[in-house]
């Protein structure tokens, strides 16, 4: 059994959370930046896992732009889908808007991982804001944003339960 995981982020959470989830699987993983990915790839894969970051709602072209193409061939094959973003937010509205309703509706699982926040991460703008973000959040009291190992488990097992199948 073998199983794509193509991503795409503009943080290293979404990489990270991949790397994760693939380590929780009983199958051999291919990790698969987005850019890298092709239409050939879906056909070698017998589960294919999509994971993207969400910010404020959006997501990278990248991710449109490759679904757009090779939404036949994902729409034949078992096909996950992984948003990183904010928790409390209604996320098979999020899911639509990211990953079209066509294929959330075709898909055997989606879940959100929740994201986390690294000062040491991008240019010095980007740092910078991550940084001012950080802040506010001490400044509120507010706990700081963090990846969600519950949820990256439970869908790991739900994965696992479907490859035994």
Not at 10 to 24: A, G, H, N, V, Y
Not at 66 to 90: F, H, M, V
Request: one cysteine or more.
């Amino acid at each position: 059994m073998n199983i794509a995981i193509i991503h795409s982020t503009s943080s290293k959470s979404t990489e990270k959370s991949c790397r994760i989830l693939s380590d929780k699987i009983n199958a051999e993983i291919q990790l698969i930046p987005i850019e890298k990915a092709k239409a050939e790839c879906i056909l070698k894969y017998n589960y294919i896992i999509i994971a993207c970051s969400a910010y404020e709602g959006k997501v990278q072209n990248a991710v449109k732009r490759y679904i757009s193409r090779n939404i036949r061939t994902l729409k034949e094959k078992p096909i996950a889908l992984i948003l990183n973003c904010e928790e409390g937010i209604d996320i098979t509205e999020r899911l639509n808007r990211a990953f079209t309703e066509e294929l959330v509706n075709s898909s055997i699982a989606s879940s959100n991982f929740g994201y986390e926040l690294d000062p040491d991460e991008g240019n010095i703008i980007e740092k910078r804001k991550i940084n001012k973000i950080i802040d506010n959040y001490k400044k509120e009291g507010k706990k700081l944003p963090a990846l969600n190992m519950n949820e990256i488990e439970k869908f790991a097992d739900y994965i696992n339960n479907m490859i035994e199948k």
